[in-house]
């Protein structure tokens, strides 16, 4: 019987403020689905870097006969003797998990490879001869770049030093400020939510206050009097977290799904990732709404 009284009180809290309701709902959505965004950017970032950090080399291009910096000019083609030297430094050093050697022909074949079916134009213009030849060095971890870099810059018969993961950091920093706006602005519209839900609370309560009166005097405890305030705000925390799993959902499978298509590797996140976010989305969701309406009251409901 109690509970059946609660559910009631609680459904006609909803329909006595259905506009604000509505506009709980929309604005928790809405943030929601800002905060969910900005998680799967996360982890499709953190994914990505994972995914890169194992196959990102080093490159250090030799000196051919059309190089232009100075040291190549003035002492000509690598020849065996320097690409020997640079492979014993690079065999002393214990940051180097290994390396491959590519002659030019190689080189070139395998930038025909790279981008012969993406960017056909470019690979055109490359003759047989542009690309020098070069060695990739595979680190044991990424953060030793700069210190490989030092070692191996300026050795005989070195043109340039090639690093690709500086070009990359550009490309992630990019996502990281998008991730970094989607959240804030998340927060901002959490905030919002958090004021419209105890504006809402507050006005239920005082339309229903002859109601908490007589409850009052009837001997009803204060969590049995509150409790159908608290259940209006979880429900339209819920609601709210419901659709904005729907437009979550959406996110992964239409904007990083397309990132994928236009980096071409499968780093694509997996439904354990995705029911994660929608999870903590929808939780954050009922635990807004509720604890804002147990404020609200503590404040406004004179009991």
Same mark, same amino acid.
């Given at each position: 019987?109690?509970?059946?009284?609660?559910?009631?009180?609680?459904?006609?809290?909803?329909?006595?403020?259905?506009?604000?309701?509505?506009?709980?709902?929309?604005?928790?959505?809405?943030?929601?689905?800002?905060?969910?965004?900005?998680?799967?950017?996360?982890?499709?970032?953190?994914?990505?870097?994972?995914?890169?950090?194992?196959?990102?080399?080093?490159?250090?291009?030799?000196?051919?006969?059309?190089?232009?910096?100075?040291?190549?000019?003035?002492?000509?083609?690598?020849?065996?003797?320097?690409?020997?030297?640079?492979?014993?430094?690079?065999?002393?050093?214990?940051?180097?998990?290994?390396?491959?050697?590519?002659?030019?022909?190689?080189?070139?074949?395998?930038?025909?490879?790279?981008?012969?079916?993406?960017?056909?134009?470019?690979?055109?213009?490359?003759?047989?001869?542009?690309?020098?030849?070069?060695?990739?060095?595979?680190?044991?971890?990424?953060?030793?770049?700069?210190?490989?870099?030092?070692?191996?810059?300026?050795?005989?018969? !070195?043109?340039? &030093? =090639?690093?690709?993961?500086? *070009? %990359?950091?550009?490309?992630?920093?990019?996502?990281?400020? #998008? $991730?970094?706006?989607?959240?804030?602005?998340?927060?901002?519209?959490?905030?919002?939510?958090?004021?419209?839900?105890?504006?809402?609370?507050?006005?239920?309560?005082?339309?229903?206050?002859?109601?908490?009166?007589?409850?009052?005097?009837?001997?009803?405890?204060?969590?049995?009097?509150?409790?159908?305030?608290?259940?209006?705000?979880?429900?339209?925390?819920?609601?709210?977290?419901?659709?904005?799993?729907?437009?979550?959902?959406?996110?992964?499978?239409?904007?990083?799904?397309?990132?994928?298509?236009?980096?071409?590797?499968?780093?694509?996140?997996?439904?354990?990732?995705?029911?994660? !976010?929608?999870? &903590? =989305?929808?939780?954050?969701? *009922? %635990?807004?709404?509720?604890?804002?309406?147990?404020?609200? #009251? $503590?404040?406004?409901?004179?009991?």
């Amino acid at each position: 019987m109690r509970a059946q009284f609660v559910l009631s009180e609680t459904w006609i809290g909803l329909r006595r403020n259905l506009t604000m309701t509505i506009a709980v709902i929309t604005t928790v959505a809405i943030s929601l689905t800002l905060f969910g965004a900005g998680l799967l950017v996360n982890q499709q970032v953190s994914e990505m870097r994972n995914y890169w950090d194992e196959r990102i080399t080093l490159t250090i291009y030799m000196c051919n006969e059309i190089s232009p910096t100075q040291t190549c000019q003035e002492n000509g083609p690598a020849d065996a003797d320097d690409r020997q030297e640079l492979e014993d430094t690079l065999n002393g050093l214990d940051q180097v998990a290994d390396y491959n050697y590519l002659t030019a022909a190689e080189a070139w074949q395998d930038f025909q490879d790279r981008l012969g079916s993406s960017n056909e134009a470019l690979a055109n213009a490359a003759q047989e001869g542009d690309i020098p030849d070069n060695y990739r060095v595979q680190l044991t971890d990424p953060s030793y770049y700069d210190t490989v870099r030092n070692a191996v810059e300026g050795s005989p018969g !070195v043109d340039t &030093v =090639s690093d690709d993961q500086r *070009v %990359l950091e550009q490309f992630f920093g990019l996502l990281d400020g #998008l $991730r970094a706006a989607a959240l804030v602005l998340a927060g901002v519209q959490l905030a919002a939510a958090a004021l419209l839900i105890g504006n809402t609370i507050r006005l239920s309560a005082y339309s229903r206050r002859r109601e908490t009166g007589i409850m009052r005097l009837v001997g009803a405890s204060n969590f049995y009097i509150q409790l159908p305030f608290l259940l209006e705000g979880a429900v339209a925390g819920l609601v709210g977290g419901l659709i904005a799993s729907g437009f979550i959902v959406a996110t992964r499978f239409t904007l990083l799904t397309q990132i994928e298509d236009w980096f071409q590797f499968d780093v694509a996140l997996g439904t354990g990732a995705l029911l994660y !976010v929608i999870g &903590v =989305s929808v939780i954050l969701g *009922v %635990l807004l709404c509720t604890i804002t309406s147990f404020l609200t #009251l $503590r404040r406004y409901l004179k009991i």
